[in-house]
């Protein structure tokens, strides 16, 4: 909980590159409300070969060091509307 802060401030340059990748909708990082240590990821993609395109990349190693655990959940959806 202590480091999370600082994890964020860190992963600026990752939202920026992620919103500006081919293939983006959204990408965002935010502290959890409820759990101090837990760090929220949000990604939406146009398609899987975009999202894996911009996984290649990946983070720089002492931003990996400070993940303790990860879970990853991928839905296809198949139409959706916007306003």
């Known amino acids: ?3 999370r802060d600082d ?3 860190r992963c ?3 939202v920026i590159a992620a919103r500006s990748a ?3 909708v959204d990408f965002a990082l ?3 409300l409820l759990q101090p240590a837990r760090v929220n990821i949000f990604e939406c993609w146009h398609n899987v070969e975009s999202l894996d395109r911009f996984r290649e990349s ?3 190693d002492e931003l990996i060091e400070l ?3 990860g879970d990853t959940w991928q839905h296809e959806v198949a139409s ?3 306003d």
């Open 7 to 9: 994890y964020l401030s």
């Open 30 to 32: 935010s502290a959890d």
């Open 80 to 82: 959706s509307l916007h």
């Open 1 to 3: 909980p202590d480091r």
């Open 58 to 60: 990946g983070p720089a």
């Open 67 to 69: 993940i303790v655990r």
């Open 22 to 24: 081919p293939g983006c």
């Open 12 to 14: 600026t340059d990752i």
